[in-house]
Nanobody, 119 residues
Framework: VQLQASGGGLVQPGGSLRLSCAAS????????VGWYRQAPGKERELVAG???????NYADSVKGRFAISRDNVKNAVYLQMNSLKPEDTAVYYC??????????????WGQGTEVTVSS
């Protein structure tokens, strides 16, 4: 099982990016999912996530600008990022609890995709 993140890049302040993360391999279900980020010299932090019961939550710093969504058919999760600011610059990672087989879950990290917000 692997998580593959994509969609990062260089964008000007005020711009938008959409990150994607797809789970591949053989597994039973994709459960709680989330996006984290780590800026240089800082700890990794939760940006947005879905709990197992489908509730979305966001870091205060991105509320109203970022939106997380998921496609359960494609086993994918997305992060729409609008009104980007230089302080959003970081490597973004997707994370997921995946039931490898029914009732047995493991936590997985994607490889990270870099987002740079700069003029």
């Amino acid at each position: 099982v692997q998580l593959q993140a994509s969609g990062g890049g260089l964008v000007q302040p005020g711009g938008s990016l959409r990150l994607s993360c797809a789970a591949s391999g053989t597994f039973f279900s994709l459960d709680a999912v989330g996006w984290y980020r780590q800026a240089p010299g800082k700890e990794r932090e939760l940006v947005a996530g879905f709990t197992n019961d489908g509730v979305a939550n966001y870091a205060d710093s991105v509320k109203g600008r970022f939106a997380i969504s998921r496609d359960n058919v494609k086993n994918a999760v997305y992060l729409q990022m609008n009104s980007l600011k230089p302080e959003d610059t970081a490597v973004y990672y997707c994370n997921a609890d995946i039931q490898v087989v029914r009732w047995y879950s493991k936590n997985y990290w994607g490889q990270g995709t870099e987002v740079t917000v700069s003029s």
